[in-house]
């Protein structure tokens, strides 16, 4: 198990840890700044450096087999001696930011196309979701306005924590179909945008809406009888 850093604030760019674990999967590190892919959101890229100055290069990082365990991937082979070794866990942050500033925006889609989402992908630089509708979306063009609607009110987003059970209790604080929060590990991590969502989530997020920047509806798409896709992406510059 790795003390997950990111949880508490996504805007760490690197930290010092120790080695745990090396195999043929990846490192383990007793703590990191890596978001280990999930909930569409791809894992973090960057490198571990160490005491000597040289590095290792991360190319992805994955859930470990164990609860807040994270693999980070490295270009290539790593002698299991490094295990003890203390290393800095940097990330790749501007790849970060912008992935962050995109998994904020399909929050905010999730409230401008109010509906059960069936599947999404966030990207650097564009994302989708796909939403449990039966009848056509709106066009691009207001869906992009409202969007950038939202940006532009510089919302807060906050995160907070609940139990089990609450969120048992609560089922509207899931949105996602495909893809269920994590449980049994005693508490869930919530994010709200202002007051207009609150749900669960374990990615990692800007602080305010406006930091998303402008944005555009690149695309949509009906993808079954009762699926609608919608593309996004950053607004060129």
């Excluded at 760490?12 to 999967?25: F, K, Q, T």
């Excluded at 270009?75 to 866990?89: F, K, L, N, Y």
Aim: aromatic share 4%; with cysteine; charged share 25%.
């Amino acid at each position: 198990m790795s003390e997950l850093l990111y949880q508490g604030d996504g805007y760490l760019r690197e930290c010092g840890a120790r080695v745990i674990v090396a195999d043929e999967r990846g490192l383990q590190l007793d703590r990191t700044v890596f978001y280990a892919a999930g909930g569409g959101q791809p894992g973090d890229r960057g490198r571990l450096v160490l005491p000597d100055g040289s590095g290792i290069e991360i190319v992805d990082a994955r859930k470990g087999d164990e609860p807040d365990s994270v693999l980070h991937v490295p270009a290539g082979p790593v002698s299991e001696s490094i295990v003890g070794t203390s290393v800095t866990a940097a990330i790749d942050w501007d790849r970060r930011y912008r992935l962050m500033r995109m998994h904020t925006c399909m929050h905010l889609l999730s409230v401008v196309i109010p509906a059960d989402v069936t599947g999404g992908a966030i990207r650097d630089g564009s994302a989708r979701l796909d939403f449990d509708l039966p009848q056509p979306l709106q066009d691009k063009e207001h869906l992009t306005r409202e969007l950038n609607r939202l940006v532009e009110e510089d919302l807060p987003v906050t995160t907070t924590w609940v139990t089990d059970e609450e969120l048992a209790a609560r089922p509207d604080l899931v949105k996602t179909m495909s893809v269920k929060p994590p449980s049994g590990q005693g508490r869930i991590r919530l994010l709200a945008v202002g007051d207009i969502d609150l749900q669960a989530c374990g990615g990692t997020h800007v602080a305010r809406t406006g930091e998303i920047g402008a944005v555009v509806v690149t695309k949509t798409e009906k993808k079954g009888r009762h699926n609608r896709r919608v593309n996004v992406a950053f607004a060129p510059p």
